[in-house]
T-cell receptor
């Protein structure tokens, strides 16, 4: 069974600081996704990582994938308050894109 | 492109009634639609996967007679919560994929918040 573990579950940061969220998964996967969710809202797609060594960056967020270690990271650079949200990683496999989500990391960026 | 809508966005119902939630792909044909459930401050749990014209495949522990899923067309799937109870109160999110491209990315709807009194 595919399991996805995220840590930390809660993260409180000061503005301007850097931090990394980790996503481990248990079995071979085809794709890894990162999503952002604001309170009461649905998911906003951030990144999709398809291959070993993939690195994608958008603004202050950078995601990477190590398929051998079954690990993805979401790195936050110089955090700002607007980044406060819950971040989910999700791992997909199979033709149907069967997807399993991590527990989510609730990020709070304080002034 | 790849917009998914859900209706209603919020619904409040009395215990024992049934509630239907619609999920539509607005600008593409969705060969597969997914239904997720999210409890407050929790992750998304996949409830079922449906392919157009076929019966839905339910995840272990999800009652198929309670959560009826119909994927009658390539742009519409419905989730009916039958005889709803307060414990069914949750945020329900659908997603759709069209099976094209290099990967079958899921596009998520805005969600439906169900409150059962």
């Amino acid at each position: 069974e595919l399991k996805v573990e995220q840590n930390p579950l809660f993260l409180s940061m000061q503005e301007g600081k850097n931090y990394t969220i980790y996503c481990n998964y248990s079995t071979t996967s085809d794709r890894l996704y990162w999503y952002r969710q604001d309170p009461g809202k649905s998911l906003e797609s951030l990144f999709v990582l398809l291959s070993n060594g993939a690195v994608k960056q958008e603004g202050r967020l950078m995601a990477s994938l190590d398929t051998k270690a079954r690990l993805s990271t979401l790195h936050i650079t110089a955090a700002v308050h607007d980044l406060s949200a819950t971040y989910f990683c999700a791992v997909a496999r199979g033709n149907n894109n069967d997807m399993r989500f991590g527990a989510g990391t609730r990020l709070t960026v304080k002034p | 492109g790849a917009v998914v809508s859900q209706h209603p966005s919020r619904v409040i119902c009395k215990s024992g009634t049934s509630v239907k939630i619609e999920c539509r792909s607005l600008d593409f044909q969705a060969t597969t639609m997914f239904w997720y459930r999210q409890f407050p401050k929790k992750s998304l749990m996949l409830m079922a996967t449906s392919n157009e014209g076929s019966k839905a495949t339910y995840e272990q522990g999800v009652e198929k007679d309670k959560f009826l899923i119909n994927h009658a067309s390539l742009t519409l799937s419905t989730l009916t919560v039958t005889s709803a109870h307060p414990e069914d109160s949750s945020f329900y999110i659908c997603s759709a994929s069209y099976g094209g491209g290099t990967y079958n990315e899921q596009f998520f709807g805005p969600g439906t918040r169900l409150t059962v009194l």
